[in-house]
């Protein structure tokens, strides 16, 4: 049993229900219809992309495509990080790359093997549906997360300095902006756990009860999906700190210049 | 004469494209205390960052124990001298938890907070300003708590960098004379005080002439 489809046509009268706020925009010169319109068509765009890969990737549901797909996700996820916390794309690419694809990676084998115990644990409708929702997921944490670290480094260096002038090792020196970092990428996270149920039905839940799915079961993935966003967003913070600590001080223990782009 | 524990040989620096001094000389014997003076503006923090090695010169070389500072004596030195900032922002949080934080560095685990309350008696500060936190102190406090926690790593070699601006007179005095008749205590200190400049006990250097 699946849920009723949405014909073409069908399709467009919902699209023209953007004629109000189009019509809004117009009478509070917003100069929002532009970026309406770029945004919606690009969505509809990657999204009619997005309809045509996934059809090939569940026809042929094999565990190499199915892997290099994931990876070329999580590649474009670290660019989009590193492109919106103004990183120095040299020096952060390859780290944060590695910590989304070790953690990512981690908590959607973990859930496939341990929580669902498939018999393929790359099988596409898993592999790649629910390990996309939890890259995505997390994106928002991650670029929060990493960008706050080294701002606020940068912005309070002279706090830095004087915990070197203590004594302090660089780990010892950056622990306290680690774990502002750390709470100010997981707090929407824990806020948006602490709602949950009330406010309103996430997607993913609304999405399996229209595909048939009972509401328990559509509950129980909800808990899994937020319980891995949490842990890839620290995790992965944890990572990109430990990777790239090396490379963005020099041998005295500064800040490099060249951190930001 | 024993070999200076630490000296500045043909120091030359420039910041933002001005040169703060050429060819500047000095050293400090153990159990000297030095005072730097000069205007604002004429490189006497950047003294201190030299040494500490947050700075490097542009020409010359600073000796420490007849060592050549570079990275690796950077980090011996960050953990021998006990430093006094200027800029009092020095964390956030319950002032407790700042000492304990810095205290809780590995290479301060020799140290212990057990003359804490000492020292908070020392600075005329009460005991409960540890439950406070720092950043609703007022200068004057957050500067004795800096020194408090100078103390507190029981290091021979203290750097000072206007360590009483904020103070009032007779806590200048008393905080001063500790510094400057302890016959252990090695000092560099930038100061406009009065108080500190007790030849012959210091000896002076005057940037920016």
């Known amino acids: 049993m699946g849920p009723q489809d949405i014909s073409i046509s069908s399709l467009i009268f919902c699209i023209l229900l953007l004629m109000i706020p ?38 042929w549901d094999n565990w190499m495509i199915n892997i290099t797909w994931f990876l070329v996700m999580i590649c474009v996820a670290t660019f989009s990080v590193v492109k919106h916390s103004d990183l120095n794309r040299h020096l952060f690419i390859w780290p944060i790359f590695a910590s989304f694809a070790l953690s990512v990676i981690t908590a959607i084998l973990y859930f496939n093997y341990v929580v669902l115990r498939l018999d393929e644990l790359f099988e596409a409708k898993y592999f790649i549906v629910i390990g996309g929702m939890m890259l995505g997921n997390s994106m928002r944490g991650n670029i929060i997360g990493i960008s706050v670290l080294y701002k606020d480094l940068k912005r309070n260096e002279e706090r830095y300095l004087y915990r070197l002038a203590a004594g302090a090792t660089i780990y010892e020196a950056v622990l306290p902006y680690l774990r502002n970092s750390l709470m100010t990428a997981l707090k929407p996270s824990l806020a948006s756990m602490a709602t949950m149920g009330i406010v309103f039905i996430p997607g993913m839940m609304t999405g399996q009860i229209l595909g048939g799915s009972s509401p328990l079961t559509a509950i129980k993935y909800q808990i899994v999906i937020m319980v891995n966003i949490f842990v890839i967003v620290s995790a992965t913070i944890t990572l990109t700190f430990l990777f790239t600590l090396k490379r963005s001080f020099d041998s005295y223990g500064l800040l490099k210049k060249n951190i930001f782009s | 004469m024993k070999n200076p524990l630490i000296q500045y040989k043909n120091i030359t620096l420039a910041y933002e494209g001005r040169t703060l001094y050429s060819d500047l000389n000095f050293s400090v014997q153990q159990g000297e205390k030095l005072l730097v003076s000069g205007k604002s503006g004429t490189g006497k923090t950047s003294l201190i960052k030299l040494l500490l090695g947050f700075m490097t010169p542009d020409k010359g070389s600073i000796l420490f124990n007849n060592k050549k500072v570079v990275d690796q004596v950077a980090w011996i030195i960050r953990q021998q001298t006990a430093y006094v900032t200027q800029n009092l922002d020095i964390g956030g949080g319950r002032v407790a938890s700042i000492i304990q934080d810095i205290l809780s560095f590995k290479s301060n685990s020799e140290t212990g907070e057990v003359e804490k309350f000492k020292w908070l008696d020392f600075l005329e500060l009460k005991k409960e300003i540890l439950e406070n936190r720092f950043e609703d102190l007022s200068g004057g406090e957050k500067q004795r ?47 406009h005080d009065t108080q500190w400049h007790h030849l012959p006990v210091v000896k002076t250097i005057t940037l920016g002439d």
């Open chain 1, 22 to 59: 189009v019509g809004l925009s117009l009478i509070f010169r917003l100069n929002l219809i532009k970026s309406l319109l770029t945004s919606a068509g690009r969505m509809i765009v990657q999204l009619i992309l997005m309809g045509v890969y996934l059809t090939y990737l569940f026809k």
């Open chain 2, 145 to 191: 708590v800096v020194i408090l926690i100078a103390l507190l790593l029981s290091r021979n070699i203290f750097l000072l960098d206007e360590p009483t601006a904020y103070l009032d007179k007779g806590l200048k005095q008393k905080v001063a004379d500790y510094f400057l008749h302890h016959p252990k205590l090695t000092v560099i200190v930038i100061s």
